[in-house]
């Protein structure tokens, strides 16, 4: 079966990572549960263009080791990866790809295919729920709440990886999982129910 993963906070631990080298750059002491939605600007006190320019400079200037994979992600992956096709789609800008396929060569070992969906900060994104029916994936493991609804929508099977931002979202197509190891015990009941 074809699974399609979203790669920060699902695959990688973006936001601690970025959360951490923005309070060290900016001198700032946020807690990644002070973000109840998924916008980071209302926090930071600056605008959204700014905070996307911060976002590309930890993209451009991050090292691939010090960005770690999200608990139990990495043997997960490698689990599901027998039996399944899994496709990276993230909202992260395609310049970026290279940096994806780094990290990914990094941790996983291996490459997997990366789909870019777009300049999802600028508005400018593909929707995933699009991408997942063009390329027939049933079931797709996310944590931002909007994308989730849209695929939910969709009548794609969405695992979401629980987060501060994503707490006021359901839809009986989702499945709240706490991590890695509840979203393959989910992937195993809906798989059996295809």
Same mark, same amino acid.
């Given at each position: 079966?074809?699974?399609?993963?979203?790669?920060?906070?699902?695959?990688?631990?973006?936001?601690? !990572?970025?959360?951490?080298?923005?309070?060290?750059?900016?001198?700032?002491?946020?807690?990644?549960?002070?973000?109840?939605?998924?916008?980071?600007?209302?926090?930071?006190?600056?605008?959204?263009?700014?905070?996307?320019?911060?976002?590309?400079?930890?993209?451009?200037?991050?090292?691939?080791?010090?960005?770690?994979?999200?608990?139990?992600?990495?043997?997960?992956?490698?689990?599901? !990866?027998?039996?399944?096709?899994?496709?990276?789609?993230?909202?992260?800008?395609i310049r970026f790809k290279?940096?994806?396929?780094?990290?990914?060569?990094?941790?996983?070992?291996?490459?997997?295919?990366?789909?870019?969906a777009g300049e999802f900060?600028?508005?400018?994104?593909?929707?995933?729920?699009?991408?997942?029916?063009?390329?027939?994936?049933?079931?797709?493991?996310?944590?931002?709440?909007?994308?989730?609804?849209?695929?939910?929508?969709?009548?794609?099977?969405?695992?979401?990886?629980?987060?501060?931002?994503?707490?006021?979202? !359901?839809?009986?197509?989702? !499945?709240?999982?706490?991590?890695?190891?509840?979203?393959?015990?989910?992937?195993?009941?809906?798989?059996?129910?295809?």
């Amino acid at each position: 079966m074809k699974i399609g993963i979203d790669f920060d906070d699902v695959t990688v631990d973006f936001f601690n !990572s970025l959360l951490a080298w923005h309070n060290k750059n900016y001198n700032r002491n946020d807690k990644k549960e002070h973000f109840n939605e998924f916008k980071w600007w209302p926090i930071w006190q600056i605008s959204k263009d700014e905070a996307i320019k911060r976002v590309d400079r930890f993209h451009e200037t991050h090292r691939v080791e010090e960005v770690l994979p999200m608990n139990d992600a990495i043997e997960s992956i490698n689990k599901l !990866s027998k039996d399944n096709e899994l496709i990276i789609i993230t909202g992260r800008p395609i310049r970026f790809k290279l940096r994806v396929e780094e990290w990914l060569l990094h941790h996983l070992k291996r490459n997997l295919e990366v789909i870019h969906a777009g300049e999802f900060h600028k508005g400018q994104a593909a929707s995933k729920a699009e991408i997942c029916a063009e390329l027939n994936i049933p079931i797709l493991l996310e944590d931002a709440p909007e994308t989730a609804l849209d695929c939910a929508n969709e009548g794609i099977k969405v695992i979401l990886f629980d987060n501060s931002w994503n707490k006021c979202i !359901s839809h009986e197509n989702i !499945s709240r999982v706490s991590g890695w190891k509840e979203a393959l015990k989910v992937i195993k009941k809906l798989q059996n129910d295809f």
